[in-house]
């Protein structure tokens, strides 16, 4: 019977926050970022197995305490998302058929409403699908001048997020060549495939902190729950 995995790559240095410590060891409510992500995934019953992927060099996740009873980490991140995604991935020794689910390390504010939606709807899909949020504002293309260059129609257009879930032979497959720019996310590695993953629908507040003033956002929606 197939299992369900989380892989939560972690890897990253957060250049865009600009902290000296990464984004995911970052305090919220006492607990570091990460630990408000693996609580989720770590709660939620049909997920058996939920793994972290940090960068070789990691000098701060062994400073805090990990309490979570099904967490592995994994010391494989590579210089890219796929490719700490990829280094997961093989580290895990999944069956082909298990499903993985890519949850990034900075969503740390995922509802288990969200993440149970993400599990019903898609399921047993024959590729395997993942959250996303359909645009809601007016889209601009800016010229190199910091102009409109034109206002591109949103008809269709969505906003991935993750979870991503994929069964782990395909996702394999998928990430042969992770180091290729163009796979920023799971889906994107599928897509290369020629195959059309689910979109399910994702909520506002599963965003990724990506800048400073995205945590005050987050610390705000976990002290809300
Ligand atoms: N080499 C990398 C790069 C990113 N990530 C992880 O992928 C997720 C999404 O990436 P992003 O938010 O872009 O994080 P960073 O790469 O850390 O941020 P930035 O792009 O601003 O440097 C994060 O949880 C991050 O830790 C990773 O595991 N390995
Ligand atoms: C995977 C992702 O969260 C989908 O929105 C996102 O692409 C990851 O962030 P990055 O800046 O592209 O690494």
Redesign the pocket.
Known sequence: MSRRIAL??????????GSAT???YLLLDSRPLLAHTLDVLCRCASIGRVAV?I?PGDEWFDSFDWPQPKLEVLRV?????A???AGGLAALAADADDWVLVH????CCLSPDALQRLLDEVGDDAIGGLLAQPVADTVKRASPQGRVAATVPRDGLWLAQTPQMFRAGLLAEALQDAANPAITDEASAIELLGHAPRLVEGEAQNF???WPQDLVLAAAILAAR
Not at 8 to 17: D, E, I, K, L, Q
């Open positions: 939560v790559p972690a890897a990253g240095h957060g250049s865009r926050f990464p984004k995911q992927v960068s991140g590579g210089p890219s998302r490719e700490s995604v990034d390390a900075a969503r990724k902190v990506t």
